[in-house]
């Protein structure tokens, strides 16, 4: 069974850094671009960083100097490095893979179950 699994949120006071892992396990060959998402209350689901299968990166405005997007495609994981947070980036985080090679075939837009990041104020 293939599955995307999300770690690494919690509470952190503002100022504070959290990092992200999504992993991909089962019976995977490659991950294609990865994008990070997240989802505050009340608010719509919206892409914080993605990152491509050749590691070429972009971020949300709001991201760029704070967060930073990494792959290590041998472990088949995707990193969010957040430093600096702020309250507003209080919301579950997801990641996202638009296409999986795996032993049954390719997948497509295949979502973890997200983890939550809260940041105090």
């Known amino acids: 069974q293939v599955q995307l699994v999300e770690s690494g949120g919690g509470l952190v006071q503002a100022g504070g850094s959290l990092r992200l892992s999504c992993a991909a396990s089962?019976?995977?060959?490659?991950?294609?671009?990865v994008g990070w998402y997240r989802q505050g209350p009340g608010t719509r689901r919206e892409l914080v960083a993605g990152?491509?299968?050749?590691?070429?990166?972009n971020y949300e405005d709001s991201a760029k100097g704070r967060f930073t997007i990494s792959r290590d495609d041998v472990k088949n994981t995707v990193y969010l490095q957040m430093n600096n947070l702020k309250p507003e980036d209080t919301a579950v985080y997801y990641c996202?893979?638009?296409?999986?090679?795996?032993?049954?075939?390719?997948?497509?837009?295949?979502w973890g179950q997200g983890t939550q990041v809260t940041v105090s104020s």
């Open positions: 996202n893979v638009d296409r999986l090679e795996t032993e049954y075939g390719p997948m497509y837009d295949y």
């Open positions: 990152i491509s299968s050749g590691g070429i990166t």
């Open positions: 089962g019976s995977i060959f490659s991950i294609n671009a």
